[in-house]
């Protein structure tokens, strides 16, 4: 039993071991929830699967793109007939958008360099003219060559989802739409995935 004294000085024995177990159990769930909400999210954006931890709010009528929500995220999961097939995660204020940014070949050169900005996860619309063709990758090759020794070169390889490659020939023009996923910097070259063109 305490003492009046032991009573004036603070918590007991008992209640402080009950508040040191609900604030382990309270961590651990927290650690769990956010290891589980961590790895759902790296699936979703690595690996192109899930998300397990969010709930399906919206399937638009443009081909089956999907809206998920999850605890703080937001996931949206383009599969439109012809255009965006990407997969994005943002905050809940993500908005869903099939605008893509139009650039000319000379224009995306030209931003790459004095903007310092290689566009990787945007959805564009790039016109150009087509320089190689592969029926066996299914892609299309676009190059820029500058008159500045070499500075703004630019070469986008543009991997079809589309099987038309027979319909496009080689120095005709084309529309591409598709989101850019890489850029390498030594060979200046961009690569647009999941293209169509038109």
């Known amino acids: 039993m305490q003492t009046e004294e032991q009573k004036k000085e603070g918590i007991s024995v008992e209640e402080e071991s009950k508040i040191k177990k609900i604030s382990t159990i309270i961590m651990i769930v927290i650690i769990v929830l956010g290891l589980l909400i961590t790895t759902d999210i790296l699936l979703t954006t690595k690996a192109g699967v899930g998300p397990f931890l969010a709930i399906r709010t919206k399937v638009y009528d443009d ?79 676009l190059e820029f060559t500058d008159n500045e020794e070499g500075k703004y070169d630019l070469t986008v390889v543009a991997e079809l989802l589309s099987e038309n490659i027979d319909d496009l020939n080689e120095e005709a023009p084309v529309s591409l739409i598709g989101v850019v996923t890489s850029y390498d910097e030594d060979n200046k070259t961009l690569t647009i995935s999941n293209a169509f063109a038109e």
């Open 63 to 141: 081909g089956g793109t999907k809206e998920y929500y999850g605890l703080g995220y937001k996931v949206i999961k383009y599969n439109q007939k012809v255009g965006r097939r990407d997969t994005i995660l943002g905050s809940w204020f993500l908005d869903y958008d099939t605008n893509p940014e139009n650039f000319t070949i000379t224009d995306l050169a030209y931003s790459i360099i004095n903007d310092n900005y290689n566009h990787i996860g945007e959805f564009i619309r790039l016109t150009g003219t087509i320089s190689e063709k592969s029926k066996k990758d299914n892609t299309i090759t």
